[in-house]
């Protein structure tokens, strides 16, 4: 990290002469307030106007769909997503059936983000086969991608949603709510979100579920989406709900610009993050994952914002493969 630090100082020296690129404001369209993407985007936007002078407002929306949206009609500049729906996006598959966001241009992978489905400790319910005919969080009319990240959970563990009893949502926050309330039985949510640890504390305990990590399992994970992958997550402190090391459904979050963005700024945010690195993984320890030296992937079926391109080659950033 620390070539690339140096060769950063130069292009960030840089940065700060395109005065008119940097000094603009510009927003990070985000889920809701208790969102892991909302919290991660909260903490970009003060790492970045600290280190970068750059203003960054926070822009939630209800869904993936509607932020994905504003980026591509340009009413947002950036946002954080799950690498697949960016992919099913710019194709105009699935959700964007008819509705292709061509506009949309990876800048960089933030962090891997492991999501699973959670219960109340008190149930009894420790893996995601015991889920069979329990009302589970459904529908998901604002955040559709979650169709998709609770079919590739259940299918892990040898289920479908036919399996269990579909308890209709708008989004993850609502599907939180009733599992606090007792109208589910189990809620989705990424690891190490503060709406978790809010449930937490209401139902005084909650648990992530293990699921099946056998090469079966993750063939029909990956036949869910491509680039959803397994890893290993272990306890800490921020990780409420992991009781013990277990294998969990997991994607990579990237950062996300559109077309109408000029390449200085793109430029400028990433040169500003690399100077934070440090600061952003204390705000938000999920966030410690994030480094520029990785942060260049070969994603397939996603293009590259050209202000990312410029500014990791300059940078001697290699693209690696996914």
């Known amino acids: 990290m620390q070539l690339v630090r140096t060769l ?46 750059i203003r960054m ?27 697949n729906d960016v992919i099913v996006a710019v ?5 964007y059936r008819d509705n292709a966001q061509s506009e949309l241009r990876v800048v960089a992978k933030l962090n891997a983000l492991p999501v699973g489905l959670y219960v109340r400790e008190d149930l009894g319910i420790d893996r995601i086969a015991d889920l069979k005919g329990k009302r589970v969080s459904s529908g998901w009319n604002a955040f559709p991608i979650a169709n998709a990240h609770v079919s590739a959970i259940l299918t892990a563990g040898g289920l479908t949603y036919d399996d269990v009893v579909g308890v209709p949502v708008p989004g993850l926050i609502r599907g939180s709510d009733d599992l606090v309330s007792g109208r589910t039985d189990a809620a989705f949510f990424a690891v190490g979100g503060p709406k978790v640890a809010e449930v937490d504390a209401a139902v005084d305990g909650v648990r992530f579920l293990e699921i099946d990590s056998d090469p079966a399992a993750l063939e029909r994970i990956q036949a869910v989406r491509p680039a959803f992958y397994l890893s290993e997550v272990t306890p800490a402190p921020y990780r409420v709900g992991i009781e013990a090391p277990m294998m969990m459904v997991t994607w990579d979050n990237v950062l996300v610009a559109g077309a109408h963005v000029p390449d200085e700024t793109v430029y400028a945010l990433l040169a500003a993050m690399a100077e934070a690195e440090d600061a952003l993984g204390e705000a938000y320890p999920p966030l410690r ?12 079926g996603a293009t590259y914002h050209p202000g990312a391109v410029r500014f990791f080659e300059e940078n001697a950033v290699a693209k690696r493969a996914f």
């Not at 994952?289 to 397939?300: I, L, T």
Request: hydrophobic fraction near 50%; include cysteine.
């Open 8 to 53: 950063i100082c130069g292009a960030f020296a840089l940065t700060l002469s395109m005065g008119a690129a940097v000094a603009q404001t510009v927003s990070i369209a985000t889920l809701p307030q208790g969102s892991v993407w909302n919290t991660m985007g909260n903490v970009i936007a003060g790492a970045v106007r600290e280190h970068g002078d």
């Open 57 to 83: 407002v926070v822009q939630p929306y209800g869904g993936n769909l509607a932020m994905m949206q504003a980026v591509h009609q340009g009413l947002a500049e950036f946002s954080i997503n799950d690498i």
């Open 91 to 95: 194709a105009g598959e699935a959700d």
């Open 289 to 300: 994952a994030f480094s520029v030296e990785a942060a260049y992937v070969d994603y397939p």
